[in-house]
C-alpha cells in the first residue's frame, strides 16, 4: 500500500504557513495624491463597481454600493454621495465624466455646479497563478498530483475630477484569496478578500480627500440613525432570479440581503427577507419624523438606497418621502 510521505506533508504544511501568512499580512495600499490645494467638492459619484472578469450585473452594483457605505459611515464626512444606479453612465473610462453620464443633471437640484464635484472609479483584476503539487510516498516516488491555484485580486480607487479632466488620486492595493477561510456569511460574499480590500482602499482615498470634501451647506439633524437597506428596487437581479427555481431564487435574494447589511442579526434578516424594497428604520433620534419600524419605499418617487436619505440633511428643499408605518399605514413626510 502506498502512503504519502513526509514530502507532501513538509509541502501541505508549507503551502497553508504561506497562505495562512498572506492572510493575515493584509492589503498594501499605495496611494498617488494629485489633489490640487485650493480644490473643494461638495459631492462625489460613485461609479458601478469595474470588474475585470465577468461578473452578474448586480455584482457590480452592490459592491459599489458598499464603498457608497463605507464613505457614509466615516466619521466626519458630510459630502452628498451618489451611487451606482443614480447616474447614468454611458462611457466609465471616459475622463470627461459630464459628457459620459448624466452625472451633471443629478447635480443639479442639490446646487452643485460640475467644478465642485468629484467621480471615484472602483475596479479590480484578478490574477491567477497556476502549479501542480506532487504527492510523494515513503520511497521519494511519485504517486498522484494535484493542481493548485494561487488567487490575487488587485484593486484600484480612483477619483477624477471631471471638470478638469484630471484623476487627482489614485488608491491601489493588492489582497490574495485565502482558500482556506471559514464561510461565516452563508456565500453572501463571493469574493470576501476583495470587498475588504476595497473598503479599506475606500477609506484610504477619503483620508486622502480630507479638507477637499465640505457640505455645500449646514446640514440638518440625522433623521434616522440606523437603517437596514433592502435593495431589491435597486440591484438588477430580475435576469438570474427568473432563470432560477423557487428555493434558488430565495437563497439568492436572502444572500444579497445579507451582503447589503453586513453585521445584521440573522433574526433581523429573516423578518426583512419579505418586505418590499426601501430603508427599514431600525433607529431615529427624538423628534425625527422618522419612528424605529418605519419604512422608507421612496424617496421623491425614486428607489432610497441609504445615501439618498443621507442626501435629505444637505438638499436645499424638502424631499418627499414615502413611509409604510409598522401598523400597515403609508404616509408622505416631508424630509429633514
Known sequence: MKRIGPSFLARAVLL?????????RGPAVQVQRTVPEDLRASAVVVYPFGFRWEAPPWRAVELSQRLVDVALAEPGVQALFFGPTEVRVYRPEADDAWTA?????????????????????????????????????????????SAQEAVVYLGTV???????RQVVLEVSGEAPADPFAEVTDDGADPTPELTVLMETLTREALKALSGT????RVPSPP??????????????????????????AEVLRRQRLRFANPGLEPAVLDA?????????????????????????????????????LARTRLSPVPVEARVRQPSGRIVSLSLP
Open 16 to 24: 497553508l504557513a504561506a497562505f495562512g501568512a498572506l492572510a493575515c
Open 101 to 145: 453620464s448624466d452625472a451633471v443633471a443629478v447635480l443639479a437640484p442639490y446646487g452643485v455646479r460640475p467644478e465642485a464635484a468629484l467621480v471615484l472609479r472602483p475596479r479590480a483584476e484578478r490574477r491567477v497563478q497556476a502549479g501542480q503539487r506532487e504527492m510523494v510516498d515513503s520511497r521519494g516516488h511519485t504517486v498522484g498530483r
Open 158 to 164: 480612483e477619483v477624477l475630477h471631471p471638470a478638469s
Open 213 to 216: 470634501l465640505q457640505p455645500p
Open 223 to 248: 433623521v434616522a440613525t440606523s437603517v437596514a437597506w433592502l435593495p431589491w428596487e435597486t440591484l438588477p437581479l430580475e435576469a438570474e432570479l427568473a432563470g432560477k427555481d423557487l428555493l434558488d
Open 272 to 308: 426583512l427577507a419579505r418586505q418590499p424594497g426601501g430603508l427599514f428604520v431600525r433607529e431615529a433620534p427624538p423628534g425625527s419624523k422618522l419612528a424605529a419600524g418605519d419604512q422608507v419605499l421612496s424617496l421623491d418617487d425614486r428607489p432610497a438606497p441609504p445615501q439618498a
